[in-house]
């Protein structure tokens, strides 16, 4: 069975640097699996920061941006605001045309 | 406006079936693969489905294989997705989106519940 795993939960500091990870438990995530990561805050519906790996979506700004580290897809948020305190799903393509979301990582900022 | 709109949940035994609908507006249907995804409470995202368009390629997610079913109707811009043999794990949110890229799940609407329980 194939598992995304994503850190729990995440803390960062105003203005700090964060990376959540997204890594395979059948193997190293590449390009390939065209990661996503959406964000998602309670009681709202997920929206999408970054496909493909690395492309931020319309209207996201640049203080996100989407990489591959090692054997994982990776998450990076500079200069760390109070709004972006919520939950992070990365989405990976299976290549079969199926999909698997990673568990979330919630992220506090304080 | 690009709209999806989820329908047809509801409280259902375990064992029951459900059909979900999702009405499609403000973009040509016909040329999107689309998707559905759950959310139990307070939990995560979980991919259930996809299909293309046309109905060439399907996909389940292991755990809703041999019970769910997805389906389209191009003509009339609606997506389905037919549930059977329901467990109580299945109780979740629903959400139809549209696969704008691969990974790249927009809109969403604001989904339908589903509920199984004695």
């Known amino acids: 069975q194939t598992v995304v795993t994503q850190e729990p939960s995440f803390s960062v500091s105003p203005g700090g640097t964060v990376t959540l990870t997204c890594g395979l438990n059948s193997g190293a995530v590449s390009t390939s699996h065209y990661p996503t990561w959406y964000q998602q805050t309670p009681g709202q519906a997920p929206r999408i920061i970054v496909y493909s790996t690395d492309t931020r979506s319309s209207g996201v700004s640049d203080r996100f941006s989407g990489s591959i580290l090692g054997n994982k897809a990776a998450l990076t948020i500079t200069g760390a605001q109070a709004d972006d305190e919520c939950s992070y799903y990365c989405?990976?393509?299976?290549?079969?045309?199926?999909?698997?979301f990673g568990g979330g990582t919630r992220l506090t900022v304080l | 406006e690009v709209q999806l709109v989820e329908y047809g949940g509801g409280l259902v035994k375990p064992g029951g079936s459900l059909r979900l609908s999702c009405a499609a507006s403000g973009f040509s249907f016909s040329t999107y693969t689309m998707n559905w995804v759950r959310q139990a409470p307070g939990k995560g995202l979980e991919w259930v489905s996809s299909?293309?368009?046309?109905?060439?390629?399907?996909n389940y997610a292991d755990s809703v294989k041999g019970r769910f079913t997805i389906s389209r109707d191009n003509a009339k811009n609606s997506l389905f997705l037919h549930m059977n043999s329901l467990r109580a794990d299945d109780t979740a949110v629903y959400y139809c989106?549209?696969?704008?890229?691969?990974?790249?799940?927009?809109?969403w609407g604001q989904g339908t519940q589903v509920t199984v329980s004695s």
């Open positions: 989405l990976l393509h299976m290549g079969s045309g199926a999909y698997v």
């Open positions: 299909i293309s368009s046309p109905s060439t390629y399907i």
């Open positions: 989106v549209r696969e704008i890229r691969r990974g790249w799940f927009d809109p």
